[in-house]
């Protein structure tokens, strides 16, 4: 470790100095290839986002305290509920955990110096840039009013900023497969020497199965929304069914793409656990190749059940009978991993700090997020549930709470190593215990709301839920709050010294090796892997460190 | 990753056949379309297509030496075959049922075929007399 | 995997176009051609539902398609057809070019593939400008008179919106192989280095792989 990386280019910069200041300033920032920085600037990107959206929902909750008119007109709550889906689905959670969490820890993990193609890594988020700001400047025309899903007729029937939003929504489509090609191909090349596929850490097959998706599904979104925009632009008739086309084919269309989504969403929170549980359980982590191959299965079997969000929209009863019987096995890989997450804290030594405070409630989200979807899967409930608060308070449960416990997660448990910092954890603590809260106060009564029938989308409803929704709305308080704690108290360790360890949890992947926060290259030499990622058992030299000559 | 670090080269020889064959199945496929197959022409002409395509993808995309990324290509087209095949699961089996309070069927354009409507009342294709 | 390369630095051995994180000139090469394979499968899902919407519509309209494609000029389509197969050709003998250090070879067949390239956009151009002229136009904006059979603006929206992005892709096709042309003029490629020749490659190719579907499924309709 004593030796230094030879000096690297005609200018001979000091090699120890942390990414976060070498070089200093805005342009090499916005010039940066580093995956690293790349990774931060996609964070706090989604964090504003996720700061958006989420008062956007505290302004939906508040609308909801009261059965008649609250704060807004229905118009203005059906643009609301829209931008809130679409900047929630488009910018905060599809990039969440891939973008900003996998950018910076990917390639630490497998001990490669950057990402495959750092250049296009950088135009992704350029491009993710340039669609995020088309998506909100839609305000400026008025709003769109369809929900996030663009249903047609009705998509190609209203006025406002439908195309735009739908072209951002295209433009973002790339940064997503940019992000999944480099992936895909980082994981295939730049796996340190002797790490085999099944010496990699979990995170990596998490974020594998998620590229598979983003490359395998995310064209077929952009080809949907250029037919969208061309529908309304030219009249091209496919999606119309006065000029003889179909409205339910654009449904296909769309879902081809958006239920993979989901997987997009919750394969990479999936990754994140999959880290955390072992790190803090100290205990290898049970069922490697079960959870790796599940990650897989699930990315795989998410493409043959998309229409389970068709039952009602005049699809054939076969197709209906079809998707219901497939949708139901997808449960499986999901509670094979949720198994063997609990297996792995099973007589571990468990310490709870923040990081795995989040897993935990992650454990619980999810199990009642994915439970609740074996309603929605099968074909008679639905026609019950469909289009309910059941049906909001489900995705929100498997789509928000699992993707944000977990992206919290793995922003609590990478922060040491993104900014050298630690935080106050028993601050974290109170912030994760009101999120958890805050959470399930907002959602729980939402399933009781929807099963009793209340259809989703309305700015006003019957008087006797009115308890409900006002649990709901106290609950988003909560969530409000727990979140605001969390932003302040992270944002304060950034003021204090980088005294973080390089090591603060015990990790044993090789991202732990590195510096806190790591240099320009990530390591001093390559990292050559000499145990599994979660070997717990002895206490040898973790990894070897080959001296660069 | 050794499989393709020897790099194949092949030769101009190989590549002017394969264009050979290109240009003739291309002659084919235009011959073909002027006969009829009844059902099968669209097969016919799909199946000349991916032959054509066959012979650029092995030949000039390499996939003959590349296992790996024909496998990755292949992947493509197969969740594209799960796309259209899924799809069809709804679209070949789907009735179009028009609500009861409607007065006249749905016309696309004028003239044009409707997709097989049938009356909920009575079962029967839209056009069969309405039993009174 | 041998060690001796680790350092990964530019002139130790490996080329001077080795990027800093790659270990060695092999590992770069797999991932350019890797990704660049991805990427293909991207565009053939991107089209492939194209191609869908086409099918699904077609067998929905067979007489208003069959009708509407009697408007195309088969033999236009023929001479495209054939124009790229020869651009595939040359292109794939400039890849050639490079992996055996043929710089003025490869510098012809490039030029070469930019010219069928050319003539293929060139020949497209006087087919829209009769679909335009005769107000075959896609969707709200088709005004061809004296249809025997109606619905066929749905053809024409298809037919211009395959055969547009196809085009859009010709043209990114022609700004690669431009770019790879520059560089090949400058000496940067040999048989120890071609992979961006290797990958326009491809991206070529896969232009040629969707037109030869786009022709029959368009042109030859019987």
């Known amino acids: 470790m004593a030796e230094t990386i030879s000096t690297h280019g005609a200018a001979g910069a000091a090699p120890h100095l942390d990414y976060l200041e070498d070089p200093k300033g805005l342009w090499s920032w916005l010039t940066t290839v580093d995956h690293k920085r790349i990774g931060l600037m996609y964070m706090w990107s989604v964090l504003f986002f996720f700061l958006v959206g989420g008062l956007l929902a505290l302004l939906i909750r508040l609308e909801l305290l009261t059965p008649k008119q609250t704060i807004m007109t229905a118009e203005q709550y059906n643009r609301l509920f829209t931008l809130h889906g679409a900047v929630m689905v488009f910018l905060v959670i599809i990039p969440a955990i891939p973008a900003a969490l996998g950018n910076f820890a990917l390639p630490l993990l497998l001990g490669a110096k950057d990402v495959a193609f750092p250049k296009l890594n950088l135009a992704s988020l350029y491009i993710f840039w340039i669609g995020a700001v088309m998506a909100v400047s839609t305000l400026l025309l008025g709003g769109v009013d369809t929900g996030w899903t663009f249903y047609t007729p009705y998509s190609t029937s209203t006025g406002g900023g439908v195309s735009l939003m739908v072209l951002a929504a295209f433009v973002l489509g790339f940064s997503s497969i940019f992000t999944g090609v480099n992936f895909i191909a980082t994981i295939h090349t730049l796996r340190a020497p002797k790490m085999g596929w099944f010496e990699m850490p979990l995170f990596a097959w998490g974020m594998y199965s998620t590229a598979v998706i983003q490359i395998l599904a995310t064209p077929v979104l952009g080809i949907t929304l250029l037919l969208l925009v061309m529908e309304r632009v030219l009249g091209v008739g496919i999606f119309d069914a006065q000029l003889g086309g179909d409205p339910v084919l654009f449904q296909h269309f769309f879902w081809f793409y958006s239920h993979p989504a989901v997987y997009i969403m919750i394969l990479p929170a999936m990754a994140v656990i999959s880290e955390v549980i072992p790190t803090f359980s100290k205990k290898t982590i049970f069922g490697y190749k079960a959870i790796a191959f599940s990650s897989v299965t699930i990315a795989l079997l998410g493409f043959l059940v998309w229409a389970h969000h068709m039952f009602v929209a005049g699809m054939s009863l076969f197709a209906g009978a079809i ?134 989308r309305y700015y006003n409803y019957l008087p006797q839920f009115q308890d409900l929704h006002v649990a709901s709305t106290v609950g988003s308080w909560i969530l409000a709050a727990g979140l605001f704690l969390t932003a302040a108290y992270l944002l304060a360790s950034l003021r204090g010294p980088k005294t973080a360890p390089a090591n603060p949890w015990g990790g044993r992947t090789l991202e732990w090796e590195a510096n806190s926060p790591p240099i320009t290259h990530n390591f001093e030499g390559q990292p050559v892997l000499q145990h599994g990622p979660y070997d717990y058992r002895a206490n040898p030299a973790p990894v070897g460190v080959e001296d660069a000559h | 990753m050794s499989h393709s670090a020897e790099h194949h080269v092949t030769g101009p020889k190989t590549y002017a056949a394969v264009l050979g064959g290109l240009l003739l199945l291309t002659i084919i496929t235009v011959y073909a379309s002027y006969l009829d197959f009844g059902s099968m022409n669209t097969v016919v002409a799909l199946l000349i297509a991916s032959m054509k395509g066959a012979l650029v993808a092995l030949f000039f995309m390499h996939l003959r030496h590349d296992k790996f990324n024909a496998v990755i290509f292949l992947m493509g087209l197969l969740f594209l075959a799960i796309f259209l095949i899924w799809t069809l699961f709804d679209i070949n089996t789907r009735v179009t049922v028009l609500p009861t309070n409607l007065k006249a069927p749905v016309q696309a354009f004028p003239g044009a075929p409707l997709n097989k409507p049938v009356r909920p009342s009575t079962g029967q294709p839209v056009g069969t007399p309405h039993a009174q | 995997m041998t060690t001796a390369t680790h350092t990964g630095h ?183 280095y071609y992979s961006p020749v290797d990958i326009t490659g491809l991206y070529w190719h896969l232009v040629d792989l969707i037109w030869i579907y786009v022709f029959p499924l368009m042109y030859l309709i019987s």
């Open chain 1, 323 to 456: 998707f219901s019987f497939l949708t139901f096995f997808i449960a499986i890989p999901s509670a094979i991993k949720v198994f063997n997450w609990i297996a792995t804290m099973w007589r571990g030594s468990i310490s709870l700090e923040a990081p795995m405070l989040y897993a935990i409630n992650f454990l619980l989200i999810f199990t009642i997020g994915g439970l609740t979807g074996l309603f929605l899967a099968s074909l008679s409930t639905d026609v019950h549930l469909h289009d309910t608060y059941f049906v909001v308070s489900h995705f929100h449960y498997v789509m928000a709470g699992s993707n944000l416990t977990a992206f919290l997660a793995g922003m609590h448990y990478w922060w040491p190593k993104m900014f050298g910092r630690m935080y106050n954890s028993r601050l974290a603590a109170i912030g994760c215990g009101l999120v958890f809260v805050g959470f399930n106060a907002t959602f729980l009564p939402q399933f009781v709301i929807g099963s009793r029938g209340m259809p989703r």
């Open chain 3, 10 to 192: 530019a002139g130790d051995g490996n080329s001077k176009f080795l990027q800093h994180h790659f270990r060695e000139m092999g590992q770069q090469f797999e991932a350019a051609k890797l990704g660049m394979w991805l990427f293909l499968v991207t565009e053939v899902l991107l089209f492939g539902g194209l191609f869908v919407g086409y099918g699904i519509m077609h067998a929905r309209h067979p007489e208003a398609f069959m009708a509407a494609h009697h408007h195309l000029d088969k033999v236009m389509g023929a001479v495209n057809t054939v124009v790229l197969l020869i651009s595939s050709f040359t292109m794939v003998l400039a890849v050639w070019a490079a992996q055996t250090s043929r710089r003025t070879l490869c510098i012809l067949f490039l030029i070469l593939t930019l010219l069928c390239a050319g003539v293929f956009l060139v020949v497209k151009y006087f087919e829209y400008s009769h679909k335009f002229h005769d107000g075959l136009l896609p969707g709200k904006y088709y005004t061809h008179q004296g249809d025997t059979v109606p619905g066929q603006f749905m053809f024409f929206s298809f037919y211009f919106m395959m055969t547009g992005l196809h085009g859009i892709h010709v043209l990114i096709g022609m700004i690669a192989i431009l770019w790879i042309l520059v560089r090949a003029i400058r000496g940067d490629f040999s048989s120890q």
